[in-house]
């Protein structure tokens, strides 16, 4: 199967763990058209002139062939796209729509249900196809050799108003995780606890971060409604205890206080962090479980065999998750 992913190449990773999971799935026959320039000339001709270089883009894509084309999120240019019943698009975070946005879209998934209602007024119902979540890329996402010398606590993600209020919360509560991210020298809080920050840090590192700290704090930003966010399913990936503020979207991905702690304020939060931090043996299972769930459900390879189920024939369907339960089989051994 041909398939083309038309999308930007965030710093979170999105984009770039979505195409290696498609050349894992069909080598050879995915493409990726970046809707963000990714080169020096092609940054030069966007910003001398954006409009163009975006019609360029979608005219590009016009001009593909593929079986299958996902767009990762919406952009204003993509109401030149021709309508063709073999496009896909997943919006995440907050989606802001026009009635007409989506025309060219066939099937249409939603990251965080909370915004559903909006979308529903902005599309064709017969083309919604409901919540499709956030996942883990094990290639990537797997646990690193724990450091000797492990500290409490950590964060790690950008900043924003709602996490101020945990990350305030627990330095009140003497909890004082170590957070990484672009609050460092940029944030009032970083001077009020200046040795509590670290700078922000490529995706690649995340994992060695973790092994040298004995919990994870996942806070979610304030866009995130009823959903969750990439790093529910990446700590679980990572194999370190997670503790989670709560959103009525994440028990549906994973079992709360099994597998996830779980917060509904910051001193429950606390408190929480020191059981974890008291009782290892018990976080780490809580951690394995989380784990085992991640690769059993929450993976991208799991979310393209849900986007490109309908362009499978059942044949082609059963091998292509066999190959996924051998990939990641093979990704989970090599942990």
């Known amino acids: 199967m041909k398939v083309l992913l038309v999308a930007k190449p965030w710093k979170g990773g999105l984009a770039r763990y979505l195409f290696d999971a498609l050349q894992d799935l069909f080598p050879g026959q995915a493409r990726w058209i970046s809707t963000y320039p990714d080169s020096p000339a092609d940054y030069l001709a966007y910003r001398v002139d954006k409009r163009k270089w975006l019609r360029e883009r979608v005219a590009r894509i016009n001009a593909s062939d593929y079986d299958y084309a996902l767009f990762i999120n919406h952009i204003s240019a993509f109401r030149q796209l021709r309508t063709d019943r073999k496009h896909i698009l997943w919006l995440t975070d907050a989606p802001t729509l026009a009635k007409g946005d989506c025309a060219a879209f066939e099937h249409i998934y939603l990251s965080d249900t909370g915004y559903e209602q909006e979308l529903l007024q902005s599309i064709d119902p017969a083309c919604y196809r409901g919540e499709l979540a956030f996942a883990c890329h094990p290639k990537i996402h797997r646990p690193v050799p724990s450091s000797t010398n492990q500290a409490r606590c950590c964060f790690v993600g950008n900043k ?16 004082r995780p170590i957070i990484y991210g672009n609050y460092f020298l940029r944030d009032a809080l970083f001077w009020q606890h200046p040795t509590l920050f670290r700078p922000a840090l490529p995706n690649a590192k995340m994992g060695e971060v973790y092994a040298h700290y004995r919990v994870a704090l996942n806070l979610h930003a304030a866009v995130v409604r009823h959903g969750t966010n990439m790093r529910s399913f990446e700590c679980a990936a990572y194999g370190i205890p997670q503790v989670a503020d709560y959103r009525n979207g ?8 099994t597998e996830i702690q779980v917060s509904h304020a910051p001193a429950e939060m606390a408190q929480q962090i020191n059981m974890l931090l008291t009782q290892p043996e018990a976080a780490a299972h809580m951690a394995e479980r989380a784990r085992q769930r991640a690769l059993a459900e929450h993976t991208y390879y799991h979310r393209l065999l849900t986007l490109l189920a309908d362009g499978l024939s059942p044949t082609a369907y059963t ?17």
């Open 319 to 335: 091998a292509c998750r066999q190959r996924v339960t051998t990939l990641i089989t093979l990704q989970g051994k090599s942990a």
């Open 250 to 257: 994440l028990a549906r991905h994973f079992t709360p206080d």
């Open 160 to 175: 924003d108003h709602a996490r101020d209020v945990w990350l305030n919360g627990l330095i009140a509560a003497n909890v």
